[in-house]
């Protein structure tokens, strides 16, 4: 398709699993982000790839989280021995590219993470 | 550091009136004001957003939106409210000032708001 897309679209798993939640951008976007969501707030900022590279990882909240895009497209949030508190909503987005001409985020529906 | 407030968790309004959800924003440099919005079971979708020149800034769906740099607020209006804009709406600044890193290159955004548009 045309959009951000993203998998799975609800994971639910026991406390102390690893997840893997996967992120396809729109094709030619050289800007990635993660965001999370929990109820009743808005996004919060995890992490941006410029490329292949992290340029921002200052938004990840524990070394538990983790995420890679190896080849400057599809990327994937890594969450190890998960807890409860890291049910929420993920979610990725994708842009050309950050400048003062662009800032329009593409989003995706979001993976829904229950972690039991 | 940056932050949006949206001072409204709720806000409702009849059919066929102009409706305002209301935004503002703090940041240490001039800002990049953006609006998005959610359905149900849907992604965030931009509406529009601020970087320079007028402070009113149209967007899709009828939306437009004032910056007041005094007031420090970007609230958005459309002028005849439909049943079909009712979703979460929110707010979301970056500041121009800060460089890369730190968080600065995401987006921070408000809590958002619930748009009733009752029949």
């Known amino acids: 398709g045309a959009g951000v897309s993203q998998t799975p679209s609800n994971k639910v798993t026991e406390k102390g699993k690893y997840v893997e939640l996967r992120c396809d951008p729109i094709s030619g976007h050289t800007a990635l982000y993660w965001y999370r969501q929990s109820l009743g707030q808005g996004p919060e900022f995890l992490i941006y790839f410029q490329g292949t590279g992290a340029a921002d990882d200052s938004g990840l909240p524990n070394d538990r989280f983790f995420a890679v895009r190896p080849e400057g497209s599809v990327s994937t949030l890594k969450i190890q021995r998960t807890e409860r508190g890291d049910s929420a909503v993920y979610l990725c987005?994708?842009?050309?590219?950050?400048?003062?001409?662009?800032?329009?985020?593409?989003f995706g529906e979001g993976s829904r993470l229950t972690v039991l | 550091a940056q932050s949006v407030a949206q001072p409204e968790d709720q806000v409702n309004v009849a059919e066929g009136n102009p409706l305002t959800v209301k935004c503002t924003y703090s940041v240490s440099g001039n800002p990049y004001l953006f609006w998005y919005v959610q359905y149900p079971n849907r992604g965030l979708q931009f509406l529009l957003k601020y970087i320079t020149g007028d402070n009113l800034v149209k967007g899709s769906y009828g939306f437009e939106a004032e910056f007041n740099k005094s007031q420090t607020s970007f609230h958005l209006k459309k002028p005849s409210a439909l049943v079909s804009d009712s979703a979460l709406y929110f707010c979301a600044v970056r500041d121009l000032a800060l460089g890369s890193g730190g968080g600065a290159d995401g987006l921070t955004f408000g809590k958002g708001t619930h748009l009733i548009i009752q029949p």
């Open positions: 987005a994708s842009s050309p590219g950050w400048s003062p001409n662009t800032g329009e985020l593409f």
